[in-house]
């Protein structure tokens, strides 16, 4: 296989891997850092066994992925405060072609989905990944894992019970929860307390990633009148310099808070039956580096 040929496969797959990568870590630089691992043992293997790359390639980046999560999770338990995946910016465009496909992978990338994800097993989340986002059979992930199908099946039930237990149980219009983050941002500019009242659920949760690198809280916000006094206090006091832009993370909208030119943080709201249910707020410095977008 020609060096052109060899690097061409891998780019063409690159999609796939990052987003194996992603879900199983919920940091864009740990997953980048997993997939530049696939590329080097991908450059440097004897490829001439190998009948379909991209099982090959989902192979070794979910096995270096388990790996990684292992590390990440012993780091995470000495954290600083909520945990809240990386925001990662999203625009499948034309490598999604189909309606259904591109739902379910919408889906399995939301921040909620993937706060869920980081209480199983680095082994149920690598099962929970392959055949809920992209579709594996278990006989596949039985190879990619040295598992058994019997195996893999069982590990696949229990992520599967404990995510539907505890993800998010609606749909929402992609329109309303955009109209929403909109309406949300506006009464917060103006500090209208009643405004921000009006949009949120009684029961809203805010959760807020600083990473004890910057201001925030220290434990999650719970009711519509302290997140409410909570969101309000923050437009009082004010970001120098700000600037706040719509865009898309985590295949939803999301507000991206600029000070000075750099990001300062990301806002994202989970929306039901017309109210806000949970804002997440992410200001650890160092998951926004990748966001200082023109």
């Known amino acids: 296989m020609a060096t052109d040929t060899v690097t061409e496969v891998f780019q063409e797959h690159r ?61 995470n338990e000495a ?100 109209d929403l983050t909109e309406r949300f941002l506006a009464a917060a500019f103006e500090g209208d307390l009643d405004g921000l009242m009006s949009l949120l659920a009684p029961d809203v949760r805010l959760v807020g990633d600083s990473g004890g690198l910057s201001k925030g809280p220290a434990r999650a916000i719970e009711s519509a009148d302290k997140v409410g006094r909570f969101v309000a206090g923050i437009a009082r006091k004010g970001v120098v310099d700000v600037s706040v832009r719509l865009i898309e993370a985590n295949a939803g909208p999301a507000l991206l808070v600029m000070s000075g030119g750099k990001p300062d943080s990301v806002l994202q709201l989970d929306v039901a039956d017309g109210r806000i249910q949970c804002v997440y707020i992410v200001r650890n410095p160092e998951k926004l580096l990748l966001l200082a977008v023109d």
């Open 15 to 75: 999609p796939v891997l990052m987003g194996v990568a992603y879900r199983m870590l919920g940091r864009v630089a740990d997953a980048e850092d997993v997939v530049q691992d696939a590329w080097l043992r991908w450059s440097g293997a004897d490829r001439s066994g190998v009948r379909e790359p991209r099982g090959y390639l989902v192979r070794v980046v979910t096995r270096l992925a388990i790996d990684r999560l292992r590390q990440v999770q012993s780091r």
């Open 79 to 178: 954290y600083v405060g909520p945990w809240l995946p990386e925001p990662y910016l999203t625009d499948f465009g034309d490598t999604v072609a189909d309606t259904a496909e591109r739902a379910v992978l919408a889906d399995t990338i939301s921040l909620a989905v993937l706060v869920v994800l980081e209480s199983l097993s680095p082994l149920e989340r690598a099962v929970f990944v392959l055949r809920e986002a992209f579709g594996y059979p278990y006989a596949d992930i039985a190879v990619t894992l040295d598992r058994s199908e019997s195996a893999v099946r069982q590990l696949a039930g229990r992520a599967r019970r404990h995510v539907e237990e505890r993800r998010p149980r609606y749909e929402v219009d992609p329109a309303e929860r955009r």
